[in-house]
């Protein structure tokens, strides 16, 4: 497509000259050689039974303690990690609002809600094991690599209190794939050399404006719940509800099984 645009010459003459502009695919090429707007390759692996996957988990779950078991209070929220982990489109989540079941985002993260003692720890570190096992991998644009779909976890307090010894928070901000257990469980602000900072606050708003990684959440706090928007504010609860396929797994204390 030819637009018309006015130039001056160095006598100060103006002049009406013809500019093509440039496609679409040209442009989208640019974009991405600058690495703005960069994404998630998922990759499928749907050869697979998910009633034998859960049977797996169940095995992995009994193997941290004989006890435990996959039943009504959790198995929605495993059956669709375990489609979330093999990009299976026919993945659900629950609506945070409304508590329905809505089809899930395979490039959004994981955040589950559960009271104390419901397991939800214990599912994050269980699908980690499975994951692992069967060797998913995810590509991150940002750097054109691909890695295993794996993610190192931390206690919300275990990463302020990396910012307490040295005032170092980067690497949570910026890794691929990060799991955060217990958020709200850590202190409100963490001080370094007399710098105070809601060091969780600042690791999710910088993630959160991220496209290119993935965060698996674990937390106490239901994420379209009053305590979370008072304790890390609007912008927080909204950019988790962007970046999160949301679960929640309810029932009995399972540590006093």
């Known amino acids: ?4 645009d006015t130039i001056t010459d160095k006598d100060g003459n103006q002049k009406s000259v013809k500019v093509q502009m440039p496609s679409i695919g040209r442009i989208m090429e640019a974009v991405k050689q600058r690495g703005l707007f960069v994404g998630i390759t998922r990759y499928q692996y749907l050869q697979y039974d998910v009633e034998e996957a859960l049977k797996i988990v169940e095995a992995i779950g009994k193997s941290r303690n004989a006890k435990f078991v996959i039943d009504d209070e ?6 669709n990690f375990i489609k979330w982990c093999h990009c299976d489109t026919s993945m659900r989540c629950l609506d945070p609002e409304t508590r329905q079941i809505v089809p899930g985002n395979l490039k959004r993260g994981i955040y ?13 570190e269980i ?5 692992a096992a069967w060797g998913f991998r995810v590509s991150m644009e940002k750097d054109n690599t691909t890695r295993p779909l794996w993610w190192a976890t931390f206690r919300a307090d275990e990463i302020c209190d990396r910012f307490i010894e040295d005032g170092n ?3 949570f901000k910026s890794q691929g794939i990060l799991g955060i257990q217990d958020l709200g469980s850590e202190p409100q602000e963490s001080m370094y050399m007399g710098n105070r900072l809601d060091v969780m606050r600042n690791v999710l ?12 959440i674990t937390s106490n706090l239901k994420i379209n719940g009053e305590a979370l928007l008072n304790r890390y504010g609007d912008r927080v ?3 988790l509800r962007e970046m999160c396929n949301y679960f929640e797994i309810k029932g009995k204390d399972r540590r006093k099984i």
């Open 205 to 216: 708003e910088y993630r959160g404006d991220k496209t290119d990684e993935l965060t698996l």
């Open 1 to 4: 497509m030819d637009i018309k």
């Open 74 to 79: 959790n198995r929605f929220t495993y059956e």
């Open 127 to 131: 699908m980690l094991a499975y994951s």
């Open 112 to 124: 589950i809600a559960g009271n104390t003692g419901s397991g939800k720890s214990w599912c994050l």
């Open 237 to 239: 609860a909204s950019r």
């Open 169 to 171: 928070i980067q690497r």
